[in-house]
């Protein structure tokens, strides 16, 4: 029997240098499948989050920041000005070892925390970002992941309406028992999904979150641990014959981290029957079980 596994990575962006990716996978990087979520138009606090102090740090600093430093915090940088990072993706796309996924729009921190639980951002402009990956890296972007995967309700609508896949951690976010109520109603296939999840043993790792198809994947990154993480990536695809598990290159060049992470691929990659996938073909595989 194959056993599907999906590895993610998230937040390359515009400043990403492809040698950190190179390092932070070493011989992995163009062997195993990776499916990489890149910010199609970074803002300055995708960085300033992973300074001490975090969310609150941020939000502090934005009030006495000058106007200058403002400006510069606020400035929008495409993905695909990054020549370097251009050319490295979209070999390794070409040759079916990357897939691009979209991840959000800016990936702007505000005062409810990750970009889409801070108010509306439109199938328009999450159009134009898809778009620009698609051209930067010349290839079809059909995955979304939620910055912090973390998305309001609301939010998910517009992914429905481009046909986007959701690939994320947590729940969708609903921010009153009326919106959830709501969403039942407008959105019965969730009610089902859950029902024959939690009454009827369905298995399948493809999940059906107001209307949109959704997987979920282990952080590698709560963990750091390679005996953890197996532990529960073994025994998910023990129960369905899928699992996945996303991380972060920045993460992976820390302490150690990416010694780690490779040791549990080379673990992983010892299961019998185990093939590393992209998320399209995950989402396909997992859709038709
Ligand atoms: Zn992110």
Same mark, same amino acid.
Request: proline share 4%; with cysteine; aromatic share 10%.
């Given at each position: 029997?194959?056993?599907?596994?999906?590895?993610?990575?998230?937040?390359?962006?515009?400043?990403?240098?492809?040698? $950190?990716?190179?390092?932070?996978?070493? $011989?992995?990087?163009?062997?195993?499948?990776?499916?990489?979520?890149?910010?199609?138009?970074?803002?300055?606090?995708?960085?300033?989050?992973?300074?001490?102090?975090?969310? @609150?740090?941020?939000? !502090?600093?934005?009030?006495?920041?000058?106007?200058?430093?403002? /400006?510069?915090?606020?400035?929008?940088?495409?993905?695909?000005?990054?020549?370097?990072?251009? =050319?490295?993706?979209?070999?390794?796309?070409?040759?079916?070892?990357? @897939?691009?996924?979209?991840?959000?729009?800016?990936?702007?921190?505000?005062?409810?925390?990750? @970009?889409?639980?801070?108010?509306?951002?439109?199938?328009? =402009?999450?159009?134009?970002?898809?778009?620009?990956?698609?051209?930067?890296?010349?290839?079809?972007?059909?995955?979304?992941?939620?910055?912090?995967?973390?998305?309001?309700?609301?939010?998910?609508? /517009?992914?429905? =309406?481009?046909?986007?896949?959701?690939?994320?951690?947590?729940?969708?976010?609903?921010?009153?028992?009326?919106?959830?109520?709501?969403?039942?109603?407008?959105?019965?296939?969730?009610?089902?999904?859950?029902?024959?999840?939690?009454?009827?043993?369905?298995?399948?790792?493809?999940?059906?979150?107001?209307?949109?198809?959704?997987?979920?994947?282990?952080?590698?990154?709560?963990?750091?641990? !390679?005996?953890?993480?197996?532990?529960?990536?073994?025994?998910?695809? /023990?129960?369905?014959?899928?699992?996945?598990?996303?991380?972060?290159?920045?993460?992976?060049?820390?302490?150690?981290?990416?010694?780690?992470?490779?040791?549990?691929?080379?673990?992983?990659? @010892?299961? $019998?029957?185990?093939?590393?996938?992209?998320?399209?073909?995950?989402?396909?595989?997992?859709?038709?079980?």
């Amino acid at each position: 029997m194959t056993r599907y596994i999906c590895i993610r990575d998230d937040d390359a962006n515009f400043f990403t240098d492809p040698a $950190e990716l190179r390092k932070a996978y070493g $011989e992995n990087w163009g062997r195993i499948p990776l499916t990489l979520a890149v910010i199609p138009f970074v803002h300055g606090s995708d960085a300033k989050i992973l300074e001490p102090g975090g969310l @609150e740090g941020l939000l !502090e600093w934005e009030k006495s920041a000058s106007p200058e430093e403002l /400006e510069r915090y606020n400035a929008l940088h495409p993905a695909g000005d990054n020549e370097a990072l251009a =050319k490295e993706l979209s070999g390794l796309v070409r040759e079916g070892k990357v @897939e691009i996924a979209q991840h959000g729009l800016t990936h702007r921190y505000a005062s409810k925390g990750p @970009e889409l639980m801070n108010g509306f951002v439109s199938a328009e =402009k999450i159009q134009e970002g898809r778009r620009h990956l698609e051209e930067t890296f010349k290839c079809r972007v059909g995955v979304f992941i939620p910055p912090g995967n973390m998305i309001d309700e609301r939010q998910t609508l /517009e992914l429905k =309406k481009l046909k986007l896949n959701m690939f994320s951690s947590w729940p969708v976010w609903y921010p009153s028992v009326r919106r959830r109520a709501l969403s039942y109603i407008r959105y019965p296939g969730t009610v089902a999904d859950v029902l024959s999840h939690r009454l009827l043993g369905n298995t399948s790792p493809v999940r059906n979150y107001c209307g949109v198809k959704t997987i979920h994947s282990i952080i590698f990154d709560a963990y750091d641990d !390679e005996a953890a993480v197996f532990a529960l990536a073994l025994a998910e695809l /023990e129960k369905t014959g899928f699992t996945a598990i996303a991380t972060h290159y920045r993460h992976l060049l820390k302490d150690g981290n990416a010694g780690k992470f490779a040791a549990l691929l080379r673990r992983l990659g @010892e299961i $019998e029957g185990v093939k590393f996938v992209t998320a399209s073909e995950y989402i396909q595989k997992a859709s038709g079980k």
